[in-house]
């Protein structure tokens, strides 16, 4: 089942740069929610330019309480929303899961 799980996650982040360089990035994720500073996220920093755009899109949410949590290791159960919302995103959605 971890195979399998870790496939899909794979295979959607391969095809998802793909398909963001035909339409363009701004095409594919439009922003659905205004930017947010999380406080463990260093401005500056190599990944800041990443978070905001993974939030404001809505691919992910943060850890709670301000954070960001840019050092945990991600979980399979979180992997799985990811590739769910950004298969969601691209088939005409806006992210949001039911």
């Known amino acids: 089942m ?10 959607s982040l391969l095809v998802t740069p793909v398909l963001a360089t035909q339409t363009g990035v ?3 994720f439009p922003a659905v929610r205004e930017p947010a500073s999380f406080a463990d996220v260093a401005s500056g920093s190599w990944y800041t ?3 905001g755009l993974c939030y404001v899109t809505g691919l992910l949410n943060g850890t ?5 949590s840019p050092s ?16 969601h995103i691209l088939s005409g959605g806006d992210g949001t899961l039911p």
């Open 49 to 51: 330019d990443a978070a």
């Open 72 to 87: 945990r290791s991600v979980t399979i159960g979180e992997a799985a929303t990811l590739a769910a919302r950004i298969h």
């Open 2 to 11: 971890k195979r399998l799980l870790s496939l899909l996650v794979t295979g």
């Open 26 to 28: 701004e095409d594919s």
């Open 64 to 68: 709670g309480n301000g954070n960001f």
